[in-house]
């Protein structure tokens, strides 16, 4: 069973917005009657604007809450959220690579760090059993450059629960 949460990115720099929507996909297994739910708190969050040689890296604000549910694993099953990007930042012609953005997320360690892909999904989180309304947090970052046009950029990022 998985559950998609969507979200559309829109950066503007030298301030950059990324949007995150709750559309949410969910596929239940006649096998196990599993259940999984997955939700965003935020539908936005910031970059600020500010000078790469004072700070390469600018911290999005707020935080993303992730609430998440997971119910009916099999014995020694678990779960697993990835995320993944839809492509590069773009901005018209220009492009940001979406591995510019990282993210720090906590508790640790069922959530860990990472970087965006548009390639391959990145585990998020994991964990065996089931949960019940379980949280975490995610912050995303961007690798500050001159080498950035300013412009609207826009990505999409799709977070994936996975139960087995």
Do not use: E
């Amino acid at each position: 069973m998985a559950v998609h949460a969507v979200s559309k990115t829109r950066f503007v720099l030298p301030v950059l917005l990324m949007a995150v929507s709750g559309l949410l996909l969910a596929t239940p297994s006649a096998l196990y009657a599993q259940s999984v739910t997955l939700s965003l708190s935020q539908n936005s969050f910031s970059f600020a604007s500010a000078d790469p040689d004072s700070t390469p890296t600018i911290t999005g604000s707020p935080a993303i809450t992730v609430t998440y549910s997971v119910s009916g694993t099999k014995s020694g099953g678990g779960w697993t959220m990835t995320l993944l990007a839809g492509g590069n930042l773009i901005a018209g012609t220009a492009t940001i690579p979406i591995s510019n953005m990282t993210w720090t997320a906590t508790p640790k360690p069922v959530f860990q760090d990472g970087m965006m892909s548009n390639s391959l999904a990145q585990t998020l989180a994991s964990g065996l059993g089931n949960k019940s309304n379980s949280t975490g947090m995610v912050t995303f970052s961007l690798a500050n450059s001159w080498s950035y046009n300013v412009g609207t950029y826009t990505a999409s990022i799709i977070f994936t629960i996975t139960a087995y």
